[in-house]
């Protein structure tokens, strides 16, 4: 009998295998000796970004901060979403996030979800160039215009991750 997962793991089962992901990006950032990172996620129905969170504390120490980038809500919209998904994923890992470590920004939102910006275009086109790694226009474009942005003003510095959240599909559709 199939079980419905909303879109993006928007409620606490989609979100708990991002759980299990963050989680094992600790293991990955501890066997390599990174430590503390700062991970920079698209964040548009929460579920990623609720998951990471838990996954990173369930992983304890060192902090490793959660950046999400707004891409397809304002945050006075998705905040709400995102804390309640925390709250719901509490029982399940048995901790809670930090206080404060929910950290949304939006200056990457443009005029919404499925509205690209050229910012995000010109980010997108930076990955590409640069490492051979292609995103989509609209979702992770998005969230990767915020960490260029943060770097180059910075606002980001040291070791990061970036969140890269799928979106394919969306690779197609401006050809």
């Not at 990006?25 to 990623?48: E, K, N």
């Not at 060192?62 to 804390?83: M, S, T």
């Not at 510095?157 to 690779?171: I, S």
């Amino acid at each position: 009998r199939p079980f419905v997962i909303g879109v993006g793991g928007s409620g606490p089962i989609g979100a708990a295998g991002q759980v299990l992901a963050g989680l094992e990006l600790a293991d990955q950032l501890d066997a390599l000796g990174v430590g503390a990172a700062t991970v920079v996620v698209p964040s548009a129905t929460g579920g990623t970004q609720a998951g990471i969170l838990h996954g990173l504390a369930v992983a304890a120490p060192p902090y490793r901060p959660v950046i999400g980038i707004a891409v397809g809500a304002p945050v006075a919209e998705l905040r709400p979403k995102i804390a309640g998904l925390v709250e719901a994923l509490e029982p399940l890992t048995g901790v809670r996030p930090p206080a404060g470590a929910l950290v949304l920004e939006e200056d990457q939102l443009g005029d919404g979800y499925g509205r690209p910006t050229a910012a995000a275009d010109e980010a997108a086109r930076l990955l590409a160039r640069t490492e051979g790694i292609l995103v989509d226009p609209i979702y992770t474009a998005k969230a990767l215009a915020g960490l260029v942005a943060r770097v180059r003003d910075g606002r980001l510095t040291g070791p990061v991750v970036f969140w890269h959240a799928g979106g394919t599909p969306g690779l197609f559709e401006r050809l």
